[in-house]
Nanobody, 126 residues
Framework: QVQLVESGGGSVQAGGSLRLSCAVS????????MAWFRQGAGKEREGIAG????????HYVDSVLGRFAISQDNAKSTIYLQMNSLKPEDTAMYYC???????????????????WGQGTQVTVSP
């Protein structure tokens, strides 16, 4: 059983930066693919960034490409999401997630995204 605990959310003004962390515990093979999702008010949850724990390969959706960066610290079993040039539309609850196959853990389906954290709120003011 993989357990995920997020931290690092908060409030920031537009143009600012935040770094989210996700502490990972449990069998590595169950979480070969790690991803960050977000869900804004009245919106569906979407996968925005993913990383393959084996070689660090990453994937991003267009809305965050060039502004956000997902990374890992294997020694600390932690996944990060560095968010720069934040916009009000980035306001959402952010979730860490894990699944067995990259990049499919970004899909959010039960078969591909098997483990979820509790979420951390990010609020970006104009």
């Amino acid at each position: 059983q993989v357990q995920l605990v997020e931290s690092g959310g908060g409030s920031v003004q537009a143009g600012g930066s935040l770094r989210l962390s996700c502490a990972v515990s449990g069998p590595t093979h169950a979480g070969n693919c790690m991803a960050w999702f977000r869900q804004g008010a009245g919106k569906e949850r979407e996968g925005i960034a993913g990383i393959y724990r084996g070689d660090g390969k990453t994937h991003y959706v267009d809305s965050v490409l060039g502004r956000f960066a997902i990374s890992q610290d294997n020694a600390k079993s932690t996944i990060y999401l560095q968010m720069n040039s934040l916009k009000p539309e980035d306001t959402a609850m952010y979730y860490c997630a894990a699944g067995p196959a990259f990049p499919f853990c970004m899909l959010g389906t039960s078969a591909n995204t098997r483990y979820w954290g509790q979420g951390t709120q990010v609020t970006v003011s104009p």
